[in-house]
Structure formats: structure tokens, C-alpha cells
């Protein structure tokens, strides 16, 4: 039971040192100059929005328990991450369907979100994946078009 309870710990500040060091990453990114790393005049990082290279984004889906025949779309969130739940609420007003990876409670989430933030230029919760493409942070406009753009899938 203690082994449990001590790699939940060292899950959760490894989590902790992760997100702290995208964070100064954000912050030296930003102030580098580099193009691909630096904020456009919407706000957006030129690779925020860019698919995930190497990254199956079907089989992530359906790994973490999403439906065949579903739009694959994957939101990775904490349970303390306020800007998770917003998100969370605005796409659920927009009928915008997604599937939840707690990043903290699945091991399986965890694996995956490590892929998905490995070229991102932060590691900011919530990152969404629409069809094995990234999305940082609160951007239910991007998200919603992206879900529209998917083809239509034939139920299983």
C-alpha cells in the first residue's frame, strides 16, 4: 500500500516539475525571438496549433477509452486546473464532443500528454488533440472549426 501511495506522490511532483519547467521554458521561448517559438498577433505560438508528429491520434483516442466512430478528440487536464473546467463547460455548451485524460489519475493519459507536449513549446494543461492535432490552453473557438473539419465517421 505505502509503494502505491509514494508513486502517486512522485507522479504528482514529477507533474509538478514538469509543468514548472514548461512554464520558464514559455518565458525563455518567448523572449529568444525564435519564429516558431514566439506569440503571432492572436496570442498563438506558430507550433501551437501543429500536428503532433508521430503521434497516432486515432489510436490515442481509442486507447483512452474513446468510441469507434467517434471524433477523436482528447482533452488532458489536472483536477486542479481551473482553466480545464472552463474549457470543459465552454465545449459542452458548443455540443463539442470530447473524451477527458486526467493526467494525474491515468497512467495511460500521462504516457500519451508526455508525446503530445514533447515538441510543444510549453507544457501547459489543458492541451487538447483534435484528430492528432495540438491545441494549448483555453481555445474552444480552434477547437470547435478543427472538430468540424473532421470528416465524418461512420458509427462502429
Known sequence: MESSSQNTGVRQKSI????????AGMVYLEVSGDPATTLNDAGVYASEHAPVP???GEKMFHDLGGA????PVVMF?????????????????RNVPF???DV??????????KIVIEQAPSGIVPITVVAGKRFLGFVPDEIE???????????A
Open 16 to 23: 509538478t516539475v514538469l509543468l514548472t519547467l514548461a512554464c
Open 54 to 56: 508521430g503521434l497516432d
Open 68 to 71: 469507434y466512430g467517434a471524433a
Open 77 to 93: 487536464v489536472t483536477p486542479w486546473c481551473g482553466v480545464c473546467r472552463a474549457l470543459e463547460a465552454d465545449l459542452k455548451k
Open 99 to 101: 473524451l477527458i485524460a
Open 104 to 113: 494525474e489519475k491515468s497512467k495511460e493519459a500521462y504516457r500519451y500528454y
Open 145 to 155: 472549426q478543427a472538430v468540424k473539419s473532421i470528416p465524418s465517421t461512420s458509427s
